[in-house]
Nanobody, 129 residues
Framework: QLQLVESGGGLVQPGGSLRLSCAVSRFSLSRATLDRYAIGWFRQAPGKERERISCIGSSGGRSNYADSLKGRFTISRDNAKNTVYLRMNSLKPEDTAVYYC?????????????????WGQGTQVTVSS
């Protein structure tokens, strides 16, 4: 089964930056390339519903962002390293949450995608002075 592992979370001061990584492994023989997966980033703060942040489509598909986060967050992928990144700038206390990455096979247009088959365990991001 596909495995996703997030890293890069931690404590950061308001206005600071972090880069989260989502390392993908355990590909099946028939679906052995990261490029064919859409990858999404989500977050969930205590007492709140899970929120979709961003996604990047499969096979060179476009990236997509939640309107409230455009301009501060950037998603990118390095297929050779089987890793997807989320760069977060100008962080605010309200960005504090557990951040998750997720994968879905063959979704070039991920803008409307909410249900993913594979999920990571999450990484905590805390924005506080």
């Amino acid at each position: 089964q596909l495995q996703l592992v997030e890293s890069g979370g931690g404590l950061v001061q308001p206005g600071g930056s972090l880069r989260l990584s989502c390392a993908v492994s355990r590909f099946s023989l028939s679906r052995a390339t990261l490029d064919r997966y859409a990858i999404g980033w989500f977050r969930q703060a205590p007492g709140k519903e899970r929120e979709r942040i961003s996604c990047i489509g499969s096979s060179g598909g476009r990236s997509n962002y939640a309107d409230s986060l455009k301009g501060r967050f950037t998603i990118s992928r390095d297929n050779a390293k089987n890793t997807v990144y989320l760069r977060m700038n100008s962080l605010k206390p309200e960005d504090t949450a557990v951040y998750y990455c997720a994968a879905q096979w063959a979704q070039d247009d991920c803008s409307g995608l909410r249900d993913y088959d594979y999920w990571g365990q999450g990484t905590q991001v805390t924005v506080s002075s």
